[in-house]
């Protein structure tokens, strides 16, 4: 077997190894946003617009001024001097329209939880209480709030300026998808509802922006993923030069995308603090957070599959109509989770023939854009639903079906109908290891066993690709300043132990851990001799962040490579302090020795005490470089492919309609695994977040637009008691984009459990001839189904 | 209105307004931190605290009703010792991501451990049913509770 580059002596690259900030965070040590306090710190309550489409008559702030503690109150109309607005758009997603957004309501309120009116006052409870004496005069207009009402020319236009409600359109035609379909033995339909839901990060949205006059300089301390972005875009609608603006991340209480968008509230934050020349903190409360953190998810799609009965699958052909709420998110937009859809549906099977189209409408609801799994959720269960209804129709087992239609493990590369290309996927050796781990065949026989004794019990499951270590291709080529490169930034320092600064960012996943590791391997070092900084924009390389399962791949090749340059010139350095050729030396535990025999000629203690404090001692043309400093951006591919199978082993009560998880396995191809149990740890919380999807998790609004479960008690979370141990098995196909090789693995676990569940239910519900295809499978929707609701 | 309560072993008297709530004084007033706020109408338990003996949630416990009372939070369980072979194990098996909720859950995961020496996964999930967690998806946390519930099972 031949050893790849990362296999190095003491190498940590595959190794668990514990994340170096966890003590601190188990001891309650933390510092999360809203742990933050700075002198002469004021609080900010939003008064939120109580309707979903109003304008704004009047507001009369003048009983809320004189109330104790409050420092200014500020409208949007007022807000418009110190922030110009933005509007959400990308050059790439062509034909996308929305309209120009402000900090703060300006004339009209569009959404329910809009911001209004901003309060600032010593203490939040103080602003909060002047913001009850605040009358805001509202003349209520109707609401569209059904997806498919939006593009009824009877119901308002939500924009005047643009039109129809109609934000964004794509179709796409690849292969002969009429021909397949009819000469197909067998075209099954269905239609998928999906329920939107939200990231509910434990620690809501928090910021503090604080605006130093005497250095003209806006700190913003925020809870980001992407500092550099927010940096850019802070600066640029706030009329500062981007220096002027530094961001700094401190621990972040949950992400998931929730914290990779730029909100309204956040914005007039920054503004605020801008006009009251002090500190400014804003944390939402949960109430706020469910109308005013991004939702996703809220798809209705109509699929077909064409069928032979040998099991071939010959065309796929959706239609997808998604609501976004009144404007596309910026800058991101709200157009790429519809986009991300149409190109993966079928992306795991190699079937030519594929049809789809994509509606994106403006609706009266919270604003909707990039969560977790990003369109994947989505697209994988319309087209493991499909494929579900496929096999049941020509009578074949699932897994044969899937067998005969994944795309083969030897036809790399290659590229889908809808155009992905594909670099090496691994979906045939996942399913076989997948079987290896779940008794597939016993737990049919159980299965059967329990059916006749009126015990409904469900396997389902669903293969899956996923989209990871983006380029340039998701948002820079739109126009959009989203750096797709990272860079890292290593030094040696005068005891010998390494300082990173890497450009993604730690919201729980291990950055920190995985940054730490890889530049300890490239090194040579102990992990405990180096320490990784992050989330600073004053003292980090220019780079995007961590979303899109980006961090590890990209921003941990980085590491590596200027991990290695580093470890050249300490070698260079020991070559000239020890009179030996550099390509002789090697650095093994934080030790220069000779690379044939591993003999100890110098710690890197001592090789640093040379450079800085004796460097008389070397030659007068010799001068060390201690620092070094690497960028990586994949080139080859505009993304990494993932890939995997997930199944579902549960229990459906037909009396209830309760379902009960019994069982969850994953197989998965990230590449390269950096660090296996902080791998397995994003595949299990991503599997989870599914599941609730899939259960549990709904924003519901009523015909109002009102949302009527915005509250902790109501929408319903996965807790631990329903949750079932999770089996994650790996395959490893390295990218060869990079040296460490590894893919992204955020999103898998979201991308898939969905889709089995609902196979599961309806595996366990074919007694009774129903199919289900909307989450989430609610008892009252299961039993529904069952004619019994 | 003035109150007097011993917090992590040491006595606070404060002048609190009547609608502090217990988490926003020990949080604003103490400066303890480590107790968090995850949705302020006690659902989430991230700010699980023991108020003599018992754990609460900081959101739902007024600070006046306090008054007199023994509180400890994170910051005293990590201090006094009590909970460092649970905070190790969490550790070890990563059965935190984010943190946020985990000073919460460390206090529940200790009252059940200290009125159940040797429960069950089952018994576990459900002791920490009412401590939300985004990250993690529960079973890490899980196997670190029965993991430490093992451990001084054997260490008796």
Redesign the interface.
Known sequence: MSLSPTDLPNSYIGRTV??P???R????????V??L?LPRMVHVAFLRSPYAHAEIRSIDTSAAENMPGVVRIVTGEQMQAFCTPWVGVLAHLKGLKSAPQHPMAVGRVRWQGEPVVAVLATSR?LAEDAAEHILVDYSELPAVVDVLAALDPSKPVIHDGLGDNLAFERRLDAGHVDAAFAEADHVIEQSFTFGRHT??????RSIVADWNKAEARLTVHLGTQAPHMMQNIIAMHLGLEEPQVRILCH??????GIKVHVYADDMAVAALARMAGRPVKY?A??LESFVADIHARDHVVHGRIAVKNSGEITAFEIDDLTGIGPYSMYPRTSAVEANQIVNLVGGQYACPNYRARARVVFQNKAMMSQYRGVGHPIATSVTEGLVDLAAARIGMDPLEIRRRNLVADDAYPCASASGLRFEAMSHHASLNKLLGMMDYAGLRTEQAALRAKGIYRGIGFASFIEITNPGPAFYGVGGARISAQDGAAVRLDATGAVIVQSSITE????SEAVIAQVTATAMGVPLDRVRVILGDTDNTPYGGGTWASRGAGIGGEAAWQAGRALRSNILTLAGTILQARPETLDIRAGVVVDAEDGRERLPLSELARIAYFRPDTLPCDFQSELMATRHFVPREYPFAFTNGIQASYLEVDTDTGFTRLLRHWVVEDCGTVINP??VD?QI??????GLGAALFEHCQYDAQGQMINA???DYL???????P??DVAHVVSPTLESVIGAKGAGEA?TAGAAACVVNAVNDALSPFWVVISEIPMTPALILRALGRG | MNITLTVNGETVTADVLP?THLVDFL?EHL??????????????G?CTIRLDGAIVRGCLVLAVQADGGVVE???GL?DSGEIADL?AA?????A????????GM?MAAQDLLLHNATPT?EE???H???????????????DAVETTAKQRARAQ
């Open positions: 514990p994340r900030n966890l003590a965070l188990t001891e309650g040590r933390g510092l999360y809203s742990d306090t409870a990231g509910v990060t434990l620690e809501a621990d972040v209480g949950g992400s998931f944390v409360d949960r919201q729980g996943q291990g149990q902080l740890e299990r919380g991503g599997v989870v977040q509250n902790m008690a979370v996965p807790m631990a008691g329903e949750m141990d999770i676990g | 609608r949080r400066e303890l931190t480590g107790s968090h706020l995850g949705c302020e109408h006690g659902v989430c991230a939070t994170i910051e990590s905070q969490f550790i070890a098996r990563n935190l991501q984010c943190g946020f909720c985990t000073p460390l996964r576990i999930r459900e920490i049913s009412g401590n939300y967690c985004r990250c993690t998806g529960y079973q890490a946390i899980v």
